[in-house]
């Protein structure tokens, strides 16, 4: 799955649905899919190619507006390996996290949690004092690594 693609089928699901189901109008929630489709494609565009502070930017609102809630953002782990999880990661790191668990920490890198422990143990990532794995640490060394394809 495409980064636009995904950030699409998340507001279909969070928004537009309700919002078609609210409205019982097939037509206006039209317009709003067309031009969420062309923005997800610029804030794709953005996420990956736009300085940091843009692409945090947009990341920001993203996840402000696909994840309200009271709670801290603790997206499922699989979260991670996804086009926007992994864009979140190399961009911005988490964005309320200083710290991750060893399963989220290999999510966010592509393998596994023995992988990450085994990588702790060797001394290539360190661990977080309060345990776990610095998200810095994780997030420098996806960007000494540049992905084969585009995230």
């Known amino acids: 799955m495409d980064l636009a693609d995904q950030i699409l089928r998340l507001l279909d699901i969070r928004l ?9 109008d097939d037509r206006t929630v039209g317009v ?3 031009r969420l489709r062309l923005r997800a494609a610029h804030w794709a565009h953005t996420m990956r190619h736009g300085d940091d502070a843009e692409a945090a930017h947009v990341i920001a609102r993203l996840i402000g507006t696909l994840y309200p809630d009271d709670h801290a953002f603790a997206p499922p782990v699989d979260w991670w390996r996804a086009p926007l999880g992994q864009v979140v990661i190399r961009r911005m790191g988490h964005p309320f996290a200083e710290s991750v668990s060893y399963a989220t920490a290999g999510a966010m890198l592509g393998i596994t ?4 422990h085994d990588l702790v143990r060797r001394g290539r990532l360190p661990r977080h004092p309060e345990g776990g794995v610095p998200v810095a640490a994780i997030r420098d060394r996806l960007r000494d690594n540049p ?3 585009e995230f």
Do not use: M
Not at 16 to 24: G, K, M, N, R, T
Not at 113 to 116: D, E, I, N, T
């Open 32 to 34: 709003v899919r067309e």
């Open 16 to 24: 537009v649905d309700p919002l078609e189901i609210l409205l019982d």
């Open 113 to 116: 949690r023995q992988g990450v």
């Open 147 to 149: 992905p084969t394809e």
